[in-house]
């Protein structure tokens, strides 16, 4: 069972254009939100997150949406530049819950973006 | 500055051959994390550790063990490699659970 989905596998845009990357989670434990960027053969980095008492979250380029309602969220890259080309992980945990799985990151599968210039 | 080192890069086993992978942070970072990294299957966390001293199981324990001897490693074994535990296996650590990890460079290792 996914708790974290990222549905789109691909996404190629344009230089220039806003790059929006999506993602949907079905637990409601989770308060925490986080974007990672990986390039290949590296490591995941770090990019953006949003905690469950936000909306929204920007960091130069990169914003990232939550609707608890619908228990998604988005990044959103403007303008997008061909070094963003990267796969992009959705991740959440839950931080408030002490619990077994507490402190686990828990990943989408990931959406490589292509940008093409 | 470091920030986490996991080693070898690259590894190629025999089935039933044990090797141990080895993760090192130089952040004084509590929690340490195991996952491997699969197509079309994302990260996946295998063990984590939050202290010295301290390891649990992840969703994907089985036919690894892990050891948090020293605050600053974070050792991942496969006692019998097995085909299924070909993947990519990334070292990660943070200063507290559920909150942004940083991750080490990656080891690949595959099991023939």
């Known amino acids: 069972d996914q708790q974290v989905k990222q549905n789109s596998p691909s996404l190629s845009v344009q230089e220039g254009r806003i790059s929006i990357l999506n993602c949907d989670y079905t637990?409601?434990?989770?308060?925490?939100f986080l974007w990672y960027k990986k390039y290949p053969a590296e490591g995941p980095t770090f990019l953006i997150s949003?905690?469950?008492?936000?909306d929204k979250n920007e960091d130069g380029r990169f914003t990232v949406f939550l609707n608890k309602s619908a228990k998604h969220l988005s990044l959103h890259i403007v303008p997008s530049q061909p070094g963003d080309s990267a796969v992009y992980f959705c991740?959440?945990?839950?931080?408030?819950?002490?619990?077994?799985?507490?402190?686990?990151?828990?990943f989408g599968k990931g959406t490589k973006l292509s940008v093409i210039p | 500055n470091a920030g986490v080192t996991q080693t070898p890069k690259f590894r190629v086993l025999k089935t039933g051959q044990s090797m141990t992978l080895l993760c090192a942070q130089d952040?004084?970072?509590?929690?340490m994390y195991w996952y491997r990294q699969d197509p079309g299957m994302g990260l996946r966390l295998i063990h984590y550790?939050?202290?010295?001293?301290?390891?649990a199981k992840g969703e994907v324990p089985d036919g690894y063990n892990v050891s948090r001897l020293k605050k600053q490693n974070f050792l991942l074994g496969l006692e019998s490699a097995a085909p299924s535990q070909t993947s990519v296996y990334f070292c990660?650590?943070?200063?507290?659970?559920?909150?942004?990890?940083?991750f080490g460079q990656g080891t690949r290792l595959t099991v023939v």
């Open positions: 949003i905690s469950s008492i936000k």
């Open positions: 991740a959440a945990s839950a931080t408030a819950y002490s619990g077994a799985g507490s402190y686990q990151l828990t």
């Open positions: 637990n409601s434990m989770f308060d925490y």
């Open positions: 952040m004084n970072h509590e929690y």
């Open positions: 990660a650590s943070s200063y507290a659970g559920g909150v942004g990890a940083f």
């Open positions: 550790s939050v202290g010295e001293g301290t390891t």
